[in-house]
């Protein structure tokens, strides 16, 4: 993915800068990623907005996209919204009804999904359906006043995944699996998102 000449001859000449791309175009433009491999987290709203704006410099004629990029943005509604039975969804994105809906653990209303802050022993809890039916309530993460997470550091990523043998956790209804995928939830624990396990 790249950006055309013309469009940065366009930011020189009015004294502009590549900040009128978000955080995470910019991103992909650096790197020349392709859009196919999205650095935000799958359903995210960051995830669907970088679809739609590389659709929108696309059609200005300010982007230049790979075959396979340019299939998925024409061909696609993917970074759009729909409405479905009331609720708003992503457009062309597969999605599980647990996705779609909130749930209802021990009589109150629960999202599904979504790690927060715990108020309990371990410092998060999220909600997941379970196999068999019915919600599940996981908490996870080390006690309040234990380890410090040092996120920011890839070094100290990499050896919590490999520590933790992240890319074998894949049950949605583990403490381990979520614990793996903590640096998607950048606002949850003051830092910035990160693509991959730790």
């Not at 990523?157 to 998607?184: I, M, Q, V």
């Amino acid at each position: 993915m790249k950006l055309k000449n013309i469009f940065l001859e366009s930011l020189d000449d009015c004294g502009c800068t590549k900040g009128n791309l978000s955080e995470g175009m910019q991103y992909h433009v650096d790197n020349d990623r392709p859009i196919t491999e999205n650095i935000y987290r799958p359903f995210s709203k960051e995830y669907f907005d970088l679809f739609k704006e590389a659709r929108d410099l696309y059609k200005k004629g300010d982007l230049i996209l790979t075959e396979d990029e340019e299939k998925i943005l024409s061909n696609t509604d993917l970074g759009n919204y729909g409405y479905y039975n009331g609720i708003k969804v992503p457009l062309d994105y597969p999605m599980t009804t647990e996705q779609i809906h909130e749930a209802k653990h021990q009589g109150k209303e629960v999202q599904l999904g979504k790690p927060k802050r715990s108020s309990g022993r371990k410092k998060y809890v999220v909600f997941v359906k379970k196999p068999g039916g019915g919600v599940k309530k996981i908490s996870f993460g080390d006690s309040k006043g234990g380890l410090r997470m040092k996120i920011s550091d890839p070094k100290a990523r990499k050896a919590f995944s490999s520590r933790h043998n992240c890319p074998e956790k894949k049950d949605r209804t583990t403490p381990g699996y979520w614990a793996c995928r903590l640096t998607k939830y950048g606002k949850l624990i003051g830092s910035k998102n990160y693509p991959g396990f730790w």
